[in-house]
Every structure is written in C-alpha cells, then in structure tokens.
C-alpha cells in the first residue's frame, strides 16, 4: 500500500490536509493506514481510532434504517408525508425557481417518502443557491446545536418548496424529515431507533450523535480549506456556509437526518461491509440483500440528468468538474450507471456516498469490494477523492 500513501503524502505536504485514515476491503483482505495529525496545533497524530465528524454519511444509515421499516411493513415508500407530519399539509411551492419566498402556489402533488430518498421532494439545502436556501439560512435552519429534530422539521414545514414533487433532483434536508417520519413511526427518538436497529447490532460502538466526554481526545479536529490563500483555516463562519450546522459534542439529545453523526474508520467499515449482505458478522440481519439491491438501483428519470451539488461556494472555473457525471440516485445512495462519463473507472452499480468534511466510502458487490476514506476538511480538494477511487479500479 504504499503507493496509496505516496498519493496521500503530497496532499499533507501541500497542506490541504492535516491527516488522512483509509481502509479498503478486498475479498476478506484489509489495506488500511493512517498519515498526519489529527491536530495541527498540538501535532497530534492521527490514529487508527480516530473519531471524526461524518457528516452526510449520516445519509445513508437514516436511509437503511427506512427501508428496515418498510421490510416490516410499517410504512409505504408511496406513503405521502403528511401522514405522519400533519405541519406539512399545506404546502405551498415557488411560483418559478427564483421567485420571492412569498410568491407561492398551491401544490399539484405532495410530496412522498420516495421523494425524501431520492431528493425529489422539492426541499433545497442551506449552502445552496437558490431564495429558499437563502432563507433557510436567514432562519438559521438546522444551525442549532440545543433545538431537537422535531422543532427544526416544523420549522421547515412554515416554508415553500422551491419546485413540484417528483419534477427535480436536487440535493436537500430532506432526510431530516425522513427522520423524524422514523421518530414518529416508531415512537422513538432518532438515537435510541439507531441504536437499537443499526448500530448495537453491529457493534458500532463508537458511532453516535453524542460524543462521550472521554473521547474527546480521539477527535480529529475540524478544519477548512480555503482556496483563496491556499491554506487550511478554522471553519469559517459566513452565510450559507455548511460550517453553520449545528454538530455540537455532547449533546446527548441531539440528533439530525443529514448530518451529525461521529464515527471511525474502523465502525463505518462494519456499516459498509453490512451493505454486501445486508447481515452482521454473526449472520443477523440487519436488512435483506434484496432491499438493498433495490436501494442501490438507480430510481430517477433520465430527464434528472446529470446530477449535481453546486453550492453558492463553488468555483465552475476550468478546473472544475462534476463529480456526480456517471451516477444515478438510489434509495439513499449515488450509484453509478454511465462508465465512460466516470473516466472508464469503476463497476456499474458501484455505490456510496460522502460527507462535507472530505469523508467518502463505496460499496462494489460485483469485485466484493468496500472503503471508506477519513479526514476533517471543509470545503476539501475532490481530487483527495478521486485519487482514492482510481487507486482501488487500478489496483483491485
């Protein structure tokens, strides 16, 4: 594996990253290791138990702890939303995309369940641009670290859709309100259904909302890039900046559908190596492989595409390039579908997800294979990642 932390080296050396774990599973076989600090200040090293802030990774957990539900029958991915969050019955949509926020018309169609996986609800994000963006960020929406899930999702439901159901991808809050469905149906707050369903069973022992106290010091420090002076910084607080999120450490009654979960290295390997199966390493099962060869399919129109996340930050100049080209959108997963969009590289159903700290993982059932990429950077370098992904398809 050297070669692997050849490629990483020059990424600490030019310091846009501080540190960088990686674990990559071949058929049973394990590459792992870890380069840098976890803190630039005390030149912590990072550690092969280093905990890190997962950010949307927490996506795809949320979207597995669904499908559990509609394996048992207690919901229906046709199942309109207001069913179970009655706030959101009267909602209304932007008369166009870039109409005021009061501009608004009724809706043709409600918004589904399905609509909450696939990003087709109508919801937008903070960090985008667009005027519902903006005013989720003017009311400071999933910013703070006291408020619980219930109180940020009725908040949401005070607002428009930026567009009709089902008519658009676009990346969004809406997992936050699958979450709280998943609260509601269940009669249980988020981290006791993860808990329980996910993690406990799989033995995730370092994964969670909550950071205990005694492991403050395995934390990897957070930090950002910032392409103007070539440096890593702080996170920066502006408007519309994803460092805004509330991610608070020990709050033990915190919990969120897009964001907010720690985790390790060694524990997203377990979630991610479940994904093959669908069972624990002891054979119970934590949701069929037929689920999540459902999951894993791409479930939008080709009218969707190609998809993209283009926040207010990004910079489309030359160098950039749309990661998101070759992929389809599954039951809570990017998935790949177009080889030559993606370079030639990659397996067709190749399947994963990122988080905004520059952390990655994939799933490939056809080369049984499974990696998950650590570090803490906002706003990072996506080459970090693309170089993971065309190490593993020349090496594996």
């Known amino acids: 594996m050297q070669n692997l932390k050849d490629i990483f080296s020059k990424y600490i050396e030019r310091k846009k990253y501080p540190g960088i774990q990686w674990k990559i599973v071949n058929n049973n076989k394990i590459y792992e290791g870890t380069l840098g600090y976890k803190n630039l200040e005390n030149k912590d090293l990072l550690k092969s138990d280093t905990i890190y802030r997962i950010w949307s990774m927490t996506k795809p957990v949320i979207a597995v702890a669904t499908m559990q539900l509609l394996e048992k029958e207690k919901i229906n991915l046709n199942d309109l939303i207001d069913i179970y969050l009655p706030e959101f ?25 399905k609509d909450l996986l696939l990003h087709t609800a ?12 903006i005013k989720y960020d003017q009311i400071n ?14 908040l949401l439901s005070t607002l428009p859709l930026l567009f009709e159901p089902s008519t658009k991808w676009l990346y969004s809050v809406s997992m936050d309100v699958l979450a709280r469905i998943l609260e509601i149906v269940e009669g249980k707050f988020l981290q006791k259904i993860l808990h329980d ?22 934390l ?21 900046k994803i460092a805004n999120f509330g991610h608070p450490l020990h709050n033990q009654n915190f919990a969120r559908g897009g964001h907010g979960l720690y985790s390790t290295a060694k524990d997203f390997m377990i979630f991610v190596e479940m994904l093959h199966s669908g069972k624990t390493k002891d054979g119970q099962e934590i949701i069929s492989k037929n689920t999540i060869d459902y999951m894993k399919k791409n479930h939008l129109n080709e009218k969707f595409f190609p998809i993209e996340i283009s926040s207010v930050a990004t910079i489309k100049d030359e160098n950039y390039s749309n990661d998101l080209e070759g992929y389809g959108w599954g039951l809570g997963f990017r998935t790949l579908i177009d080889l030559k969009k993606n370079n030639n590289l990659g397996t067709l159903g190749e399947f994963g997800w990122s988080g905004a700290a520059s952390t990655y993982f994939l799933v490939d059932h056809t080369k049984n294979i499974s990696a998950v990429l650590m570090t ?13 992904y065309k190490f593993i398809y020349t090496h594996y």
């Open 122 to 133: 109508g919801f937008s994000y903070n960090f985008l641009d667009d005027p519902l963006a």
């Open 89 to 113: 019955s009267d909602l209304e949509v932007l008369k166009i995309v870039d109409s005021k926020i009061l501009d608004t018309i009724p809706l043709k169609n409600k918004p589904t369940i």
């Open 141 to 154: 929406l999933f910013g703070s670290v006291t408020s619980t899930l219930e109180e940020e999702v009725k």
């Open 220 to 240: 990897m420090h957070s930090y950002e890039f910032n392409h103007l002076s070539n440096t890593l910084t702080e996170n920066i607080l502006e408007p519309q």
């Open 376 to 388: 803490q950077v906002l706003n990072g370098d996506i080459n970090l990642k693309k170089d993971f």
């Open 197 to 218: 369903q996910i993690f406990e069973p799989l033995e995730m022992n370092d994964t969670s909302f909550c950071l205990p106290k005694e492991n403050l010091k395995r």
